[in-house]
Every structure is written in C-alpha cells, then in structure tokens.
C-alpha cells in the first residue's frame, strides 16, 4: 500500500498543528512539513514537529537574518509540494 502525503504549512507552531501532524502520522500518511514565516525559528530546536520530511522556506530565513539550512526550499519547490500532495493543511 502507498502512503498519502499530507503537506502541512505551519506558519506557527502550536499545539493544535503538532496534534493534527501526529495523528495524520498515526494515519499511515507520509507528512511533509514547511515551515514558513517566523516558523522557521522552530528548525533544529526542541519545537520543531516530527514529520517523515521537514523543510524551511529559505526566504523566510533569509529575511530573518537566519543561515541556510539543507532542508531550504525556494517557493517553486514549495507551490510543487502543494501540488503533489494528497491534501494541504495550512496553520
């Protein structure tokens, strides 16, 4: 069986987007999580949300003076992922 890919955008991180990401994992979804606007601050900390794939709008970091990471995706990459996914859930 394949798995569904949920894309979620978090715009912040809450309790209520940690929740929906966890139980979309329970699901046997494949999650994939950008992080966008001050969100970003959440990567490689404790905040950060388990999803099976992670990544951060690298214009987002730029503009807040953060370096770039690996998991940096430009809005192309972002607008494709939108695109590819099952479903889109936007916090």
Same mark, same amino acid.
């Given at each position: +069986?394949?798995? #569904? #890919?949920?894309?979620? !955008? !978090? #715009?912040?991180?809450?309790?209520? %987007?940690?929740?929906?990401? %966890?139980? /979309?994992?329970? !699901?046997?979804?494949? =999650?994939?999580?950008?992080?966008?606007?001050?969100? =970003?601050?959440?990567?490689?900390?404790?905040r950060?949300?388990?999803?099976?794939?992670?990544?951060?709008? $690298? /214009? /987002?970091?730029?503009?807040?003076? !953060?370096?770039? #990471?690996?998991?940096? =995706?430009e809005?192309? $990459?972002?607008?494709?992922? +939108?695109?590819? %996914? $099952?479903? =889109?859930?936007?916090?």
């Open positions: +069986m394949s798995r #569904t #890919t949920v894309l979620h !955008l !978090l #715009t912040v991180i809450d309790a209520a %987007a940690l929740a929906a990401v %966890a139980a /979309d994992r329970a !699901l046997g979804h494949e =999650v994939h999580c950008v992080l966008l606007h001050d969100a =970003v601050y959440a990567l490689g900390t404790d950060e949300p388990r999803c099976d794939r992670l990544s951060a709008g $690298a /214009d /987002d970091r730029r503009r807040r003076g !953060l370096p770039p #990471t690996e998991s940096a =995706v809005y192309p $990459a972002i607008v494709e992922a +939108m695109a590819q %996914a $099952a479903r =889109v859930v936007s916090w």
